[in-house]
């Protein structure tokens, strides 16, 4: 954790310093944008998400999420990381602003039933995620059609739990493991580093990339509406 609040710190140094000295060609001040991403912290650790999720969440990332990455044999199933974020100009090339990331995961909890001696569906587990997080975005390469950026948020998500014993289910120790039947909240820290991103477009509309880490996705795409 230490290495990653340094990474963050120093992101943002150098997000800081390009803003100073890049010369803006768009002279908008406020910035509403809606993107998708895939492979959040919600779904995997970073080590996991590098290898295996780059590929998956770049598919989920093309198709907008028509495309369901996460579906695994204990039928997990993962939304994308839909956000909506508006910024504001502060300088030249540094916008400030905030960010509301929503994503649902699910999935089936079997557990071997005594009597049968059947692995029998004993629970469903539902989660949704809010995530609010203040965001800072630093213009490095800016011309009239196209821009390169980078971007730091971190705020805090919260997790809304629901899980639910199926009806016939036998098994005493599944309903044991599964104390979480009533809906519970949990928070913890949420943060999205996006060291490369790039827009495209008209002055006033632009579709954008990106890829980093964070709860808004390992890469992601959408379109903003500047004016």
Known sequence: MKKFNYMMVALMAMMFVVSNSAMAQNDTKSEFSFSVGGYTPNQTTLAEGIGEGLGKAMATMITF?????????????????YTVQYLYRVSPNLKIGGAVTYQHTSYTLSGKNKKTGVYDEMAKNRNNYITLMPTVKASWFDKKNISLYSKVAAGVCIA??????????????????????????????????????????????????????????????????QF
């Open 160 to 225: 809304f739990k629901d899980s639910k014993v199926k009806s016939g289910a036998s098994d005493e120790e599944a309903k044991t493991l599964l104390k979480e039947v009533e809906t519970k909240k949990g928070t913890r820290f949420g943060y999205q580093v996006s060291p490369i991103g790039c827009e495209f477009g008209s002055k006033n509309i632009r579709a954008f990339v990106e890829l980093g880490y964070g709860f808004q996705g390992l890469g992601l795409a959408g379109l903003s509406i």
């Open 65 to 81: 999420g028509l495309y369901d990455a996460s579906k695994t044999a204990k039928d997990e199933k993962t939304s994308p990381a």
